[in-house]
């Protein structure tokens, strides 16, 4: 489990040698026993460690009490004094399948490779739980052990016949792998089993990416969002006896987390929980309906938080924070219209919301209000000057007003503040193609890459860059690092090619390469080829000197009455073939 929000908490292992007392007299001294300061726990949390801790040390060769210490520790991340109790616990029950696998699933969440051995001890114990096996395949392939995750899988298939959780282990490994066809096979059976998986959903967009397939990519990560957890059964963290030691402080951090993890329904069912539980009226309450409208809006379910809000909305109707949420839902909903009304209402009533404003001016500008945008936006930097989002969203306004130059220095500001604000770059790289900086955005996008060489849009704008830049060499390698980066994309095979075919340098250039590499694509067409193969197998033809082909394919492209500005690309390619030109724009 994750380590951040509970505050003032120290856990070292130590001997707890009658640190406290009670009445009835000095306490037994038991080995190993972790000390966990209970001076920054809630009250209620601190009594049941307090009640647990009593209980090992009068059954300290029990792994029951032990394993319940673990429990009380695990559900509250007390990680440390989690993994003590564990081992314990499986120490003292070598037969007992349940302590090395919650043991594993505390190890896994800082060091994936160390809760291996753990994992294993479990599932030679329980064979036949599709839990364990989970836990295990997911352990391997965050370790590298691909062909055991791929086996797992196997299993997985077979002891959860209705889980989707089996074809998204195979669907993973398949991806790392680099083999779209099993992917799309694994996630077939996924998608059947339960279609609405958030994990499914996100392996299918990623799916879709490398397939250079965008608009299906963009439907898959907008299911996700909705998406809900993989079901599978899991005997061992049933009736782990959550009501004990439980705090509202607990409950609102460990929904968080959950959010963080991608389990939007139960960070939602505990935010709720909290609620009903909250013993106090007033102000309190309407804090944590604001804080579960805000968690509804983080795990993508805009249609709950408008009806939060509304509700917050009828007791504080002069409320500029319910107006802002409120705003946020209807922009995930993508009613733009009512987002403007909120933000503008919020901001008419709280002046100081300044990041709201400059919400406020980038929906704006996105509408074609690119002036009025603007106002809120540069107001919203001014009053926000260490702010990197305050800079990058007036970035993007100035480059929508054809500001380039103003863009490109606000985007710069922003990774200033930011270095690690990848979007920064991306964006810069972007603006400096527009102000046909080309050399300049090839180096900033050569940075995106190194530092997340999983960002397809990246790989792709380099090629685009280098290119206007005649860096025909760099350029094919960018190629070929975006095809090894993702395997198969069309957009990367298709940029090899042109490259191969049209570049100045005569040591790139290579047109029985191009040829080879163009029949590969064109087999694996399922009808005739559009307009844009079809310049490109002008463009192969041009690089071997056939030039009355390459005009036939542009006339082929031309019959398929293309838009006026490409028919105008295409005419203008026809007559440089027709003069015997290369055609390299």
């Known amino acids: 489990m994750t380590r951040h929000g509970i505050q003032g908490l120290l856990i070292v292992l130590a001997l707890l040698i009658g640190g406290c007392q009670e009445s009835s007299g000095a306490r037994q001294v038991v080995e190993g026993l972790p000390a966990i300061d209970r001076s920054g726990l809630e009250p209620p949390l601190a009594r049941a460690v307090e009640t647990s801790l009593r209980a090992v040390e009068r059954g300290p060769d029990s792994a029951e009490v032990w394993g319940e210490l673990g429990i009380l520790c695990d559900i509250h991340d007390l990680s440390e004094a989690a993994t003590v109790a564990y081992t314990r616990a499986a120490t003292l029950a070598p037969t007992v399948a349940r302590w090395p696998y919650h043991l594993g699933t505390v190890q896994a969440v800082r060091d994936p490779a160390a809760s291996l051995p753990s994992l294993r001890a479990a599932r030679a114990l329980a064979p036949e739980e599709p839990a364990i096996a989970r836990a295990l395949a997911e352990g391997c392939i965050l370790s590298g052990e691909l062909d055991t995750a791929r086996s797992l899988a196997a299993e997985l298939e077979r002891l959860a016949p209705d889980s989707a959780a089996g074809p998204v282990v195979a669907a993973r490994v398949a991806l790392l792998d680099g083999d779209l066809p099993r992917a799309r096979e694994a996630l077939a059976r996924g998608e059947s089993r339960d279609p609405e998986a958030a994990e499914v959903q996100r392996l299918l967009a990623e799916l879709a990416r490398r397939e250079g397939r965008p608009e299906a990519a963009a439907e898959h990560e907008r299911r996700r969002a909705a998406g809900t957890t993989i079901a599978l059964a899991d005997p061992f963290r049933s009736g782990l006896g959550l009501e004990r030691g439980v705090t509202l402080r607990w409950q609102r951090e460990r929904s968080r987390r959950l959010l963080e993890l991608g389990r939007a329904d139960e960070a939602l069912a505990q935010w709720q929980q909290a609620i009903d539980a909250d013993p106090q009226a007033g102000d309190y309450s309407i804090a944590l309906r604001l804080e579960l409208g805000s968690a509804q809006l983080r795990a993508g379910r805009a249609a709950q938080a408008i009806t939060t809000y509304r509700a917050l909305l009828m007791e504080r109707p002069d409320d500029a924070t319910v107006e802002e949420g409120l705003g946020s839902a209807a922009l995930q909903m993508r009613n733009i219209g009512a987002a ?212 036939a394919a542009l006339d082929e492209a031309l019959a398929l009455e293309p838009p006026a500005e490409l028919r105008a690309r295409h005419e203008a390619q026809r007559a440089a073939y027709g003069n015997g030109i290369i055609w390299r724009d």
């Open 340 to 551: 403007i009304v909120h933000y503008q209402r919020a901001l008419a009533l709280d002046p100081s919301l300044h990041e709201t404003r400059g919400t406020l001016g980038a929906v704006l500008v996105g509408e074609g209000k690119v002036e009025e945008g603007l106002t809120e936006l540069e107001r919203a930097a001014e009053a926000l000057p260490d702010s990197p989002p305050a800079a990058f969203n007036l970035g993007l306004g100035y480059r929508t007003a054809g500001r380039n130059d103003a863009a490109i220095e606000s985007l710069r500001r922003a990774i200033a503040l930011d270095p690690g604000l990848l979007r920064a770059r991306f964006e810069l790289g972007v603006t400096l193609g527009t102000a046909e900086r080309f050399d300049e955005a090839a180096d900033v996008f050569s940075e995106v890459v190194a530092a997340a060489p999983e960002r397809r849009g990246a790989h792709g704008n380099l090629v685009r860059a280098l290119l206007r830049s005649s860096r025909w060499s760099e350029a094919l390698s960018a190629a070929r690092a975006g095809l090894a980066a993702f395997p198969g994309d069309a957009t990367f095979r298709w940029q090899e090619v042109w490259i191969l075919a049209v570049a100045e340098d005569p040591q790139v250039t290579d047109g029985a390469e191009a040829t080879r590499l163009l029949s590969a694509i064109l087999a694996e067409q399922p009808g005739p080829p559009g307009g844009a193969l079809l310049e490109l197998r002008a463009a192969v033809h041009a690089a071997n000197g056939e030039f009355e082909a390459a005009v």
